[in-house]
């Protein structure tokens, strides 16, 4: 005659021999429910995905990045910055700095991160005289050879401060008759001379335009229309159009995707969000030989620039991009400006 302790043998049993074919039971004995146990995984087992089986930013360069030491709050440093970007397969990167020039810091970064192909510049803000071309002069002469671009005013520019009515006015490139100041023309000469990259900043669309017909005219043949879709600069496809038809390539930041009204960080909402189809339409609108892919990140709160890259080229693929148009955005195109 059996007993309870045998029935409880039996159910033991079963339900070894169940768990061992793949099934899980929920309940007590006498009340056990078979389930697959990929139901149960599937809704309380939730991790990131493994790592990608081909790396879509290997072998890549970014021509916008934001490192510490600086007097905004910066995530990673010259150096860590570099170390990351290295270990993620890329092959360069461009240091900017909204008041000091970067091509020491590009020499110092190369010494600790050897293999990663580092440049500087300097942004023609007030720090550093505003158009001045003897901050230009002496940010190229700086040891290595390493300062590659210079970038028209950013935050002090005209068209930035009276677009976010920060002040009264700002930097100005264009006298009260529309013509290039000449100032500008004699930094775009030294451009000219030493193949440097000039980027046009946050002037606005007209005055972008402007200082590309001016470096065109001066023998400038690296040109870049810098965050061309964002808020103070936001080209219309024709605008884009017609600076490539004068020789500037037009740069797309993987910040753009994260600004607007609901973004993560307060100051990012004053800007509007840049849509990765936005992006996606220009490229196949213009043409990918026309564009240059950075990142314009590495500010604190926001992801590495190394993780925005990887998230912004994942995202154009899927809005219809191709491989060999991000390679030709992303590493052929800039090369050419950086080391053609």
């Known amino acids: 005659m059996g007993c309870a302790h045998d029935g409880q043998q039996h159910d033991h049993a079963t339900r070894r021999a169940l768990l ?54 910066r995530s990673l440093d010259d150096e860590e910055v570099a170390a990351l970007y290295k270990e993620r397969g890329l092959d360069s990167l461009v240091l ?21 192909k580092i440049f500087g ?4 803000n007030s720090p550093v005289g505003g158009i001045n071309p003897d901050a230009v002069n002496w940010m190229w002469r700086m040891q290595g050879g390493f300062g590659r671009v210079v970038w028209f005013p950013t ?18 490139v264009l006298d009260a008759d529309g013509q290039v100041l000449p100032a500008v023309r004699e930094v ?4 000219a001379q030493q193949k440097l990259v000039v980027q046009t900043g946050h002037l606005s669309t007209s005055e972008a335009l402007a200082v590309i017909e001016a470096g065109r005219d001066a023998g400038v043949d690296r040109m870049v229309v810098t965050h061309a879709q964002f808020e103070v600069v ?28 609901e973004a993560h960080l307060e100051w990012m909402r004053n800007w509007r969000r840049v849509k990765v189809e936005e992006t996606a339409a220009a490229v ?25 890259l990887q998230l912004f080229v994942t995202d154009l693929m899927k809005a ?21």
């Open 234 to 261: 936001n080209m219309s496809f024709e605008q884009m159009k017609k600076a490539a038809s004068m020789g500037a390539k037009l740069e797309l930041c993987a910040m753009g995707p994260l600004m607007g009204p």
């Open 188 to 191: 775009l000469k030294i451009c």
């Open 96 to 116: 900017k700095n909204h008041v000091v020039q970067t091509a020491d810091r590009a020499w110092f970064a190369r010494k600790h991160v050897a293999g990663l």
């Open 121 to 124: 510049g300097v942004v023609l």
């Open 20 to 73: 061992k074919a793949g099934v899980a039971i929920v309940g007590g004995a006498g009340l056990a429910t078979v389930v697959d146990p990929r139901e149960i995984f599937a809704q309380i087992r939730v991790f990131p995905p493994p790592p990608p089986a081909v790396n879509p930013i290997a072998g890549l360069m970014d021509t916008h990045v934001h490192a510490a030491p600086d007097v905004f709050g």
């Open 284 to 308: 196949k609108e213009v043409g990918a030989q026309n564009f240059i892919l950075a990142t314009d990140l590495g500010q604190t709160g926001n992801p590495s620039p190394a993780d925005g």
């Open 155 to 172: 935050f002090d520019a005209d068209n930035h401060v009276k677009h976010f009515k920060d002040a009264p006015e700002g930097i100005k």
């Open 320 to 340: 219809g991009l191709t491989k060999d148009q991000i390679t030709t955005m992303g590493r052929e195109v800039t090369g050419n400006l950086l080391m053609g």
